[in-house]
């Protein structure tokens, strides 16, 4: 097979041909990734209740099946395997949330309480998993970073009443810290809207993101936070305008960065500034860059599936710019006057 080189300085082997469906490996539930790294309203799942637990939505006017949860998360393990061969890769950690029942045609009418196993069907409507490969790991500022992957998928975004059409997924690759479970995904490590009809189009866009990603370009610039710190005052200015932008007239928001957080999001926030043992403050009240950026991913742990890979995403741009203010003096209006 021809070799082709990547930017992560390994190497991955080009397929000759694109992976059909049957060829795809299945994961087994040996050594699982952590699931900690979101919580809201979701619960975790096995890759085996997925398969044998759980019916694959169709699009109705033609009867043609979706994507599954579980191909989505075959597939991407399998690129994984693919583009870091040698290395260890613990099996996907899975949640999900807005289960979609149902019951098989016999228990028609049937009271609820009364229905048996066998009489029930589900799916979910929402499917988030990461892939920990813990043999790629770096120590940044005092925290054990493994290299991390995976993908969401969202019916609720699918025309699933139409005829089959290109199905719509996400899919990151980037770093979990493993004190706090947090992400730590640049743009340059996110596809946020991958769009495609077969499963080996979605294998090759897959492999495609693993092999451009830049591990080393994310590490330095996650090295680089902890070298500016924020005052209590320049703190507290940057969570109360936090709060305000939120109410700002769409005119005044022109040309200010988003950092759409709720208001529990910042009270978790400005809790951890005191309260976090692992992202606190200092002993001079000072909190440094990185330590902020953990405490906004954790906050963004409560967002929805479908909604808390693009806030994960932005926490870093937004820091980025956060970082560039402070070292430059140049005015940013959640610092402004400071």
Avoid at 100 to 117: N, Q, S, T
Avoid at 152 to 179: C, H, P, Q, S
Avoid at 272 to 286: C, P, S, T, V
Wanted: net charge negative; proline share 3%.
């Amino acid at each position: 097979m021809e070799q082709l080189a990547i930017n992560n300085s390994r190497v991955i082997s080009e397929l000759p041909v694109p992976l059909e469906a049957e060829e795809i490996v299945e994961v087994t539930e040996e050594a699982l990734s952590d699931d900690r790294f979101i919580g809201a309203n979701t619960h975790q799942v096995s890759y085996r209740h997925l398969k044998e637990k759980c019916t694959i939505p169709v699009f109705a006017k033609d009867n043609e099946s979706t994507i599954s949860h579980q191909e989505f998360v075959d597939i991407v393990s399998q690129a994984a395997h693919l583009a870091f061969q040698g290395e260890h890769i613990s099996e996907p950690a899975i949640r999900v949330s807005h289960p979609i029942k149902g019951r098989i045609p016999e228990a028609v009418g049937k009271p609820a309480k009364d229905l048996v196993e066998r009489e029930k069907t589900i799916y979910y409507e929402r499917m988030a998993f990461l892939i920990e490969i813990p043999s790629i790991s770096e120590d940044i500022n005092g925290n054990s970073l493994a290299l991390s992957l995976g993908g969401v998928r969202a019916y609720n975004v699918e025309n699933l009443y139409g005829r089959k059409t290109e199905e719509k997924f996400r899919v990151f690759i980037g770093y979990k810290n493993r004190v706090c479970c947090n992400l730590c995904v640049s743009s340059d490590g996110y596809l946020e809207d991958l769009r495609t009809r077969t499963v080996s189009e979605l294998f090759n866009r897959v492999v495609q993101l693993f092999g451009m990603y830049n591990m080393d370009k994310d590490l330095r610039t996650f090295e680089s936070l902890s070298e500016y710190v924020l005052s209590e005052r320049q703190f507290a200015q940057l969570v109360g305008r936090l709060r305000m932008y939120q109410f700002l007239k769409p005119s005044e928001k022109v040309g200010i960065p988003p950092l759409t957080l709720g208001d529990s999001q910042v009270n978790s926030v400005i809790r951890g500034y005191y309260h976090d043992k692992a992202f606190q403050r200092d002993a001079y009240a000072n909190l440094d860059m990185w330590r902020f950026y953990n405490l906004l991913t954790g906050a963004y742990k409560s967002s929805y599936i479908d909604t808390f890979l693009d806030r994960t995403v932005n926490t870093l741009s937004f820091t980025r710019l956060l970082l560039e203010s402070l070292k430059t003096v140049q005015t940013l209006w959640y610092l402004d006057g400071q």
